[in-house]
């Protein structure tokens, strides 16, 4: 990376640290090369990686890449509720105070958030794979 870049470490499905689903969250994508952030992917080692990025939809509140150590996912669900979670507690202000929407590789993802503050969404439906 050219810039060291400000990462967040999710402990995702738990409320008891070290005991949830790890990932790790950089919350300013924006300007990394594919190449960039699959290599960081690979140096957390974490089973996903997400990378924040701008919106590219003014409908939308902001978008995520997401990667494993060697590759580029179009969704996965902790992934989706943990760079969420690393959206609104750097800043994130969604358009709407009950719903956030996520722009990811498999399209928009709507988040609802609850009155205790829980994140939840219903997974879009999956692409078909040519064999």
Do not use: K
């Not at 070290?18 to 790790?24: D, F, I, Q, S, V």
């Not at 590219?56 to 979670?85: K, M, Q």
Request: with cysteine; glycine share 8%.
């Amino acid at each position: 990376m050219t810039a060291p870049r400000r990462f967040a470490e999710v402990d995702v499905f738990t409320a008891v640290p070290y005991r949830g689903n790890t990932l790790a969250v950089v919350v300013d994508g924006d300007g990394l090369s594919m190449d960039q952030m699959q290599r960081f992917a690979n140096w957390t080692n974490f089973s996903e990686t997400t990378f924040l990025l701008p919106p590219t939809r003014p409908d939308v509140d902001y978008r995520v890449r997401i990667f494993t150590p060697t590759t580029e996912l179009p969704f996965a669900g902790h992934p989706t509720i943990g760079s969420c979670h690393a959206w609104l507690a750097n800043g994130g202000v969604p358009f709407d105070a009950d719903h956030i929407v996520q722009e990811c590789g498999v399209g928009l993802v709507r988040i609802r958030r609850t009155e205790a503050g829980q994140l939840a969404f219903a997974a879009p439906t999956p692409r078909s794979r040519s064999v």
